[in-house]
């Protein structure tokens, strides 16, 4: 089957400190990984994608790295806030093309 | 602004009294998709749409419905609901080239509980 899973149900850090988040996949290598965040009851909002030609990506305070040879992604926020309190969720698209798989997503709690 | 719109927000019905949960969206995507959200599982896809007249089931179809007659509407019909349809559910849409390659936009969420 094709799998993307994120090791982390739960994340907390302090303010100011930079979280990580991992996703891992397994079986064929996926030509895109996407990053969402999710509050609570609401849609997922796209953040980054990267490529599996690119290492890394950067969005403000926000960085996505690909490792194809781990089968792994890292998400970073740096300087976290409070405000990035949420729940973030990795996906790829399966082989047919046709639908993104998510992974069950990491609470990331950051506390002032 | 480029949105998707799911309605109702909430919805609370019985068992068997059937429903239609309606997605629009207004960037001209080809692709729309549902997917239903349920603790411990994550999100799970119910059923997708490639174009205008193309529909093909997720990975949980059983009890569901959909149609695509025009390119901004995708309804989610629930023709007999039944308890275990209790669920947050999200309508998606996105570019077609290549799934994968851009992000969804979701739209905000239908919690629909049957009774």
């Known amino acids: 089957s094709q799998k993307i899973e994120q090791n982390s149900e739960a994340l907390n850090i302090q303010e100011g400190k930079t979280a990580t988040l991992t996703c891992n996949y397994t079986n064929y290598s996926p030509a895109y990984l996407q990053w969402y965040r999710q509050d609570p009851g609401r849609g997922p909002v796209f953040l980054l994608l990267?490529?599996?030609?690119?290492k890394e990506k950067r969005k403000e305070r926000l960085k996505v790295t690909f490792d194809t040879t781990l089968k792994q992604s890292l998400f970073h926020i740096t300087a976290s806030q409070p405000a990035d309190s949420a729940t973030y969720l990795c996906?790829?698209?399966?082989?047919?093309?046709?639908?993104?798989?998510f992974g069950k997503g990491t609470t990331l709690s950051v506390s002032s | 602004e480029a949105q998707v719109t799911q309605n109702p927000r909430y919805l609370i019905t019985v068992t068997g009294k059937k429903l239609t949960v309606t997605c629009s969206q207004n960037m001209n995507h080809e692709y729309m998709s549902w997917y239903r959200q349920d603790p411990g599982l994550g999100l799970r896809q119910i059923y997708y749409s490639m174009n205008v007249e193309v529909t093909d089931k997720g990975d949980v179809p059983e009890g569901y419905k959909v149609s695509r007659k025009e390119k901004r509407n995708f309804p989610l019909i629930l023709e007999s609901p039944s308890p275990n349809q209790t669920s947050l559910y999200f309508c998606?849409?996105?570019?077609?080239?290549?799934?994968?390659?851009?992000?969804?936009?979701f739209g905000s969420g239908t919690r629909l509980t049957v009774v």
């Open positions: 996906a790829r698209s399966n082989q047919a093309g046709t639908a993104l798989i």
């Open positions: 990267i490529r599996e030609n690119e």
């Open positions: 998606a849409s996105s570019p077609r080239e290549g799934i994968g390659s851009y992000g969804y936009t």
